[in-house]
């Protein structure tokens, strides 16, 4: 069997880490490197929770390369609100002692592109600073990748503000620059995420008597908390993991083809996304998932991941 070539763009995150676990482990991906960005928390952090994810994971073999430390055209955003100032969590703050690759991200994902023309697929967990880069340093390399998963938006629903999603907010015009593009790009945004709430009782069955495991229960609970504080709502949406089961399970969403356009005015509506009838190409966005079955896939693959 072929593997599926991979790049993952993170700014873990707790659910970033989440994601990590689950997609580290399949032995169908071929993950040729994970991107870490800023976004959730400044650069130096995610990129040190990038290498503890591949430690932890016992994928030391993935190389981990420092992306962009600021968005396009703005100011850094952070979610420290939602994830804490160590980005896992209000319990855990560790350091990794290796290095990301030397290497600039955009010319990563373009080299690996092209290397495997019509097959790489990229997934996107945080703001599209670097995808963006690469497509304008190459713009051909869109007819090249098999897919660009974008876990961001919300066509009914903002989070970050009313009306925006934090990866999209964080950096609207490189999500611009994707959504405009020619590659095939699937939107997992808040419209399907949010249907998947999963309780605390979750939580306590993804956790283990492990060094894993029980980072994975101090991060979660620290994520409840702080759902329950921001969002008033019992129990976690894990929203990068759930995107990451586009790539193990697609079935498990509903999803329709959009135009979607990203609102660049400065205002409330920055960040949107909203679907048109024209003027940009069609995406396939998840309007709604199977939630059982998500939030199954999801204990079941974090719990398999934390007991190796
Ligand atoms: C997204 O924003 C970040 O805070 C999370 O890691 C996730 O990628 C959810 O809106
Ligand atoms: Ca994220």
């Not at 697929?121 to 897919?147: C, H, K, W």
């Not at 709502?233 to 079935?251: R, S, T």
Request: glycine share 8%.
């Amino acid at each position: 069997m072929n593997k599926r070539p991979v790049i993952i763009c993170t700014d873990p995150g707790i659910d970033d880490f989440i994601a990590l676990a689950v997609l580290l482990q399949q032995p169908q991906l071929d993950i040729r490197g994970m991107i870490a960005l800023s976004g959730n928390v400044g650069l130096p952090i995610t990129v040190n929770n990038a290498l503890l994810a591949g430690e932890l994971c016992g994928r030391t073999d993935v190389p981990v390369l420092a992306g962009s430390a600021t968005p396009l055209a703005r100011p850094a955003r952070n979610a420290c609100n939602i994830h804490g100032a160590s980005g896992l969590g209000t319990s855990v703050e560790r350091y990794s002692n290796r290095k990301p690759l030397a290497q600039d991200a955009a010319e990563f994902i373009v080299q690996t592109a092209r290397q495997f023309p019509g097959a790489l697929e990229i997934i996107s967990l945080g703001p599209l600073t670097d995808v963006a880069r690469a497509l304008t340093l190459d713009p051909a390399i869109a007819q090249l990748l098999r897919q660009i998963v974008v876990m961001g938006g919300g066509i009914k629903r903002g989070n970050a503000t009313q009306y925006a999603e934090f990866n999209i907010v964080a950096d609207p015009e490189a999500a611009d620059v994707v959504f405009s593009s020619s590659a095939p790009v699937v939107m997992i945004g808040l419209d399907a995420t949010h249907q998947c709430l999963q309780p605390r009782s979750q939580i306590a069955e993804m956790a283990a008597d492990t060094e894993l495991g029980r980072m994975v229960g101090l991060m979660l609970n620290d994520y409840a908390d702080m759902y329950r504080r921001v969002h008033q709502l019992e129990g976690v949406v894990i929203h990068d993991a759930i995107c990451a089961l586009w790539l193990l399970q697609p079935n498990l969403f509903y999803t329709e083809p959009m135009r979607v356009k990203i609102c660049l005015d400065n205002g409330a509506h920055l960040g949107q996304t909203m679907a048109v009838t024209d003027g940009a190409p069609f995406a396939t966005v998840a309007m709604g998932l199977d939630a059982e079955g998500v939030a199954r896939r999801i204990v079941d693959e974090v719990h398999r991941a934390v007991i190796q």
